[in-house]
């Protein structure tokens, strides 16, 4: 019923430029939040950026004036733009889609993971 899609990703070299996106068929769903996560081998997932239905955003401070996250509400789609890459944000990362219908729950959708290599 819900089913998200990721394209992009890959290898970039350090300082180079990135994007990936996402876009969901979420049926009767509506959207609370869309976001990124990523996970590098050993580590917790951990979150990149956030985006709410309002048009809020988060990062994670690593990330900070590197990445940007935009979305296209109707289309359901989220982007996340990465600048300046560093080696360290090599990872797989994950599309996430936090969702809510009649019942107000609210209900967690992730993407597939696209991998992010960074380097020379």
């Known amino acids: 019923q819900v089913q998200l899609v990721e394209s992009g990703g890959g290898l970039a070299r350090p300082g180079g430029s990135l994007r990936l996106s996402c876009t969901a068929s979420?049926?009767?769903?509506?959207?609370?939040?869309m976001g990124w996560y990523r996970q590098a081998p050993g580590k917790e997932r951990e979150l990149v950026a956030r985006v709410t239905s309002g048009g809020s955003t988060n990062y994670a401070d690593s990330v900070k004036g590197r990445f940007s996250i935009s979305t296209d509400n109707a289309k359901k789609t989220v982007w996340l733009q990465m600048n300046s890459l560093k080696a360290e944000d090599t990872a797989v990362y994950y599309c996430?889609?936090?969702?809510?219908?009649?019942?107000?729950?609210?209900?967690?959708?992730w993407g597939q993971g696209t991998q992010v290599t960074v380097s020379s």
């Open positions: 996430n889609y936090k969702l809510h219908r009649y019942d107000f729950r609210e209900y967690d959708y």
């Open positions: 979420i049926g009767g769903f509506s959207i609370n939040s």
